[in-house]
């Protein structure tokens, strides 16, 4: 199994970018769809974006022309550009397969404050 290891998570103003890195142990090229998730406190963990192999991306509405998911298989790494940040953005972001894989499939995440 793939471990995936999040990283670039950190505390943001209202307003500003971040961009997160998911590197993966193993090759992603086999695995057609990935995504990159949020937890914010208090809820349940969502899909915001997913890319698939040939690049085609969907997004959250939430998150629509803000963030911007991209991969790139031969380095084994999913990326999120995130823009014009919202207070609401702010949580722990995860990357993984979509459909999820199974439960110890996730990594540890990493952390997004926005401040207001």
């Known amino acids: 199994q793939v471990q995936l290891v999040e990283s670039g998570g950190t505390l943001v103003q209202a307003g500003g970018s971040v961009r997160l890195s998911c590197v993966a142990s193993?090759?992603?090229?086999?695995?057609?769809?990935m995504g990159w998730y949020r937890q914010a406190p208090g809820k349940q963990r969502e899909l915001v974006a997913q890319?698939?192999?040939?690049?085609?991306?969907n997004y959250a509405d939430s998150v629509k022309g803000r963030f911007t998911i991209s991969r790139d298989n031969a380095k084994n790494t999913v990326y999120l550009q995130m823009n014009n940040l919202k207070p609401e953005d702010a949580g722990v972001y995860y990357c993984?397969?979509?459909?999820?894989?199974?439960?110890?499939?996730w990594g540890q995440g990493t952390q997004v404050t926005v401040s207001s």
């Open positions: 890319i698939t192999r040939g690049g085609s991306t």
């Open positions: 993984n397969a979509f459909p999820v894989p199974g439960v110890d499939s």
């Open positions: 193993g090759s992603i090229f086999r695995i057609n769809v």
